[in-house]
Every structure is written in C-alpha cells, then in structure tokens.
T-cell receptor, first 119, second 116 residues
Framework: GAVVSQHPSWVICKSGTSVKIECRSL??????MFWYRQFPKQSLMLMAT?????????EQGVEKDKFLINHASLTLSTLTVTSAHPEDSSFYIC???????????????FGPGTRLLVL | AQTVTQSQPEMSVQEAETVTLSCTYD???????LFWYKQPPSRQMILVIR??????QNATENRFSVNFQKAAKSFSLKISDSQLGDAAMYFC?????????????FGTGTRLKVLA
C-alpha cells in the first residue's frame, strides 16, 4: 500500500514552454501533497505544500507564478513549470500524506520523481 | 526552528557486516516523528523506518533498527547483515506532531557504500 506515481518520469522541453507534472496517490487519499526539487548529490528542497481544494503554500524563495501547483482532488496534484528555462532543469519529486484517520498519517510517501531538462 | 544533522557524508560497510548511520536533531517540541528514508540510484525515496517520539521502544524493520535517544536528540540507524542492495543515500527526517504542520526537515544525507 501507499503507492505514489508521477508522470512523466522524463521530460525534455524547449526554453519558454510550459511543462506539467502529475502526482497521484494510487491506493490512498492524500490530504496533503508536497513538491520537492533535488539537485545532484544534495538533499530534497521543499518547494511547496498543497492541500486538496486550497491554494498551495510556497516556501520562501520559490516563485509561485513560475511553479503552479494544483491539488484538485484527494488523489491528484499537478506541478506546472511555466516558461521553463535551462536553470529550471532538475529532478522534481512529489510526496503524499494520508488523512489523519488512517494509519498512514504523518508519513510522506514519495513518487519516483521526474527529470526535467530544458534546452 | 528545527534542524537535522547527518554528520557522515559517506560511510562504507563490508557485505554481511553491520553499520550505523548517525542523525541528530534540534527541537524544542516534545512530540514529533522521525524517519529514515533510503534513496537508491533510481532516486525513488523509500521509507525505511519511522519512530514516534512518544514511544520509548526503538522501531525495527527486519534488518533495520534505530537507536532513539530523546534526551540526547539522537536517532541513529543500524543496518545489520548489510547487503549490496542497501547501497544508497540515506536521509534522516523530522516532522512536528503539531496539528497543521506536516512538512519534513531533512538532513543532508549519508551515502552508504556496500563492499562485496
């Protein structure tokens, strides 16, 4: 149980285009989803926290107009990188946390990540 | 603000031997959660073990166990009978138990190499 998927796993795009990444909790309902960015050989950097049906909370220094997050349902969150530039190239990871009434609550379950390369 | 420190950037262990990865944290809270995650070369983050601060008993999961010392704010991970598949980055993470606070504070990670 507690499986999280991400799509696509790999994306290459041209500078100036937008890219959407989907994160789905497959076998549980996710009250809260998180989006991270990870640079090579570094730890995960939290970009934003999203709760179903409400606006995402962005970490300091993360441009909310650049990284649009939508958490439309209890099983789906999307991250859209708008007008992508080469400096946005990175590994993006989502995670999901279940509702407080479940035994999974408090633990984040991670998707497999998305490698974004902007040319 | 809470912090998590992993002081060992890299560790090596011989196959079948035991290795301990260290993690210390700083918090003024009394109730929280601690986690160890494994990130193999595929970069998929995998939950290894979870510990609730209110539980005195150390968590165990098969070959993985923790030494949770609340007063010392220490949370080390012991891997017994190390296997080649254990080679990965290991991240320690802290999460407050305060309602509405769900985000993790991650350490910088320890790269574990397993020698055949």
């Amino acid at each position: 149980g507690a499986v999280v998927s991400q799509h696509p796993s790999w994306v290459i795009c041209k500078s100036g285009t937008s890219v959407k990444i989907e994160c789905r909790s497959l076998d549980f309902q996710a009250t809260t989803m998180f989006w991270y960015r990870q640079f090579p050989k570094q730890s995960l950097m939290l970009m934003a926290t999203s709760n179903e049906g409400s606006k995402a909370t962005y970490e300091q220094g993360v441009e909310k107009d650049k990284f649009l997050i939508n958490h439309a349902s209890l099983t789906l969150s999307t991250l859209t990188v708008t007008s992508a530039h080469p400096e946005d190239s990175s590994f993006y990871i989502c995670s999901a946390s279940a509702q407080p009434t479940t035994g999974l609550w408090g633990t984040q379950y991670f998707g497999p990540g998305t490698r974004l390369l902007v040319l | 603000a809470q912090t998590v420190t992993q002081s060992q950037p890299e560790m090596s262990v011989q196959e079948a031997e035991t290795v301990t990865l260290s993690c210390t944290y700083d918090t003024s809270e009394s109730d929280y959660y601690l986690f160890w995650y494994k990130q193999p070369p595929s970069r998929q983050m995998i939950l290894v073990i979870r510990q609730e601060a209110y539980k005195q008993q150390n968590a165990t999961e098969n070959r993985f166990s923790v030494n949770f010392q609340k007063a010392a704010k220490s949370f080390s991970l012991k891997i017994s009978d190390s296997q080649l598949g254990d080679a990965a980055m290991y991240f320690c993470a802290y999460r407050s138990a305060v309602s509405g606070t769900y985000k993790y504070i991650f350490g910088t990670g320890t790269r574990l190499k397993v020698l055949a």
